[in-house]
């Protein structure tokens, strides 16, 4: 018993070492989305950024993210516009208060040397697997995350279909973790 015991200590203590679990810091991220409006890129931000990160600084293939932003917050500069995106025909931010991601996932690509990540995207209530790459820069506070990924607004439910608006949103990460 004590043997076990010593066991998962050690163990618990190689893991504490080797991956820490970070917050994201939603002032000094940046989750920025671009979509053709009419032709012209129109792009907005979201913020309220939380959850949890674990990061493997000598191997991203134990690293986790966990994390939501908050539907509510969508901004493109033109109040009406995102008054109209909050509503339920776009986000439901009343119904679905929350984006969510978690990982299910996360391995090193041999051909391009980059760190990729799969995972859970939910928008309301719809959860769709996404894969993306993604590098981590280490700070003096933590680490500094970048990605980028498109997805299909309509797999999501968001919008109908629309000779003015596109289907196609890309979405790019640059996310502040921190403990």
Same mark, same amino acid.
């Given at each position: 018993?004590?043997?076990?015991?010593?066991?998962?200590?050690?163990?618990?203590? $190689?893991?504490?070492?080797?991956?820490?679990?970070?917050?994201?810091?939603?002032?000094?991220?940046?989750?920025?989305?671009?979509?053709?409006?009419?032709?012209?890129?129109?792009?907005?931000?979201?913020?309220?950024?939380?959850?949890?990160?674990?990061?493997?600084?000598?191997?991203?293939?134990?690293?986790? $993210?966990?994390?939501?932003?908050?539907?509510?917050?969508?901004?493109?500069?033109?109040?009406?516009?995102?008054?109209?995106?909050?509503?339920?025909?776009?986000?439901?931010?009343?119904?679905?208060?929350?984006?969510?991601?978690?990982?299910?996932?996360?391995?090193?690509?041999?051909?391009?040397?980059?760190?990729?990540?799969?995972?859970?995207?939910?928008?309301?209530?719809?959860?769709?697997?996404?894969?993306?790459?993604?590098?981590?820069?280490?700070?003096?506070?933590?680490?500094?995350?970048?990605?980028? $990924?498109?997805?299909?607004?309509?797999?999501?439910?968001?919008?109908?279909?629309?000779?003015?608006?596109?289907?196609?949103?890309?979405?790019?990460?640059?996310?502040?973790?921190?403990?």
């Amino acid at each position: 018993m004590i043997r076990i015991s010593l066991l998962v200590s050690c163990f618990m203590l $190689f893991m504490q070492v080797n991956a820490q679990i970070f917050h994201p810091d939603d002032a000094a991220s940046h989750i920025r989305f671009t979509i053709k409006n009419f032709g012209i890129n129109t792009s907005g931000t979201l913020k309220g950024l939380q959850g949890e990160m674990i990061i493997n600084e000598q191997d991203c293939t134990k690293d986790y $993210f966990n994390v939501t932003v908050e539907a509510a917050t969508v901004n493109t500069g033109i109040n009406a516009r995102d008054q109209h995106l909050r509503a339920s025909d776009y986000f439901d931010v009343e119904k679905f208060p929350e984006l969510h991601f978690i990982s299910t996932n996360v391995y090193k690509n041999l051909t391009d040397g980059m760190c990729w990540v799969t995972g859970k995207l939910t928008i309301k209530g719809v959860s769709k697997t996404i894969n993306f790459p993604f590098k981590v820069e280490a700070t003096s506070i933590g680490y500094r995350l970048q990605g980028q $990924f498109t997805i299909n607004r309509l797999d999501f439910g968001v919008g109908s279909s629309s000779w003015v608006l596109a289907n196609t949103v890309l979405v790019q990460l640059n996310v502040m973790a921190v403990k």
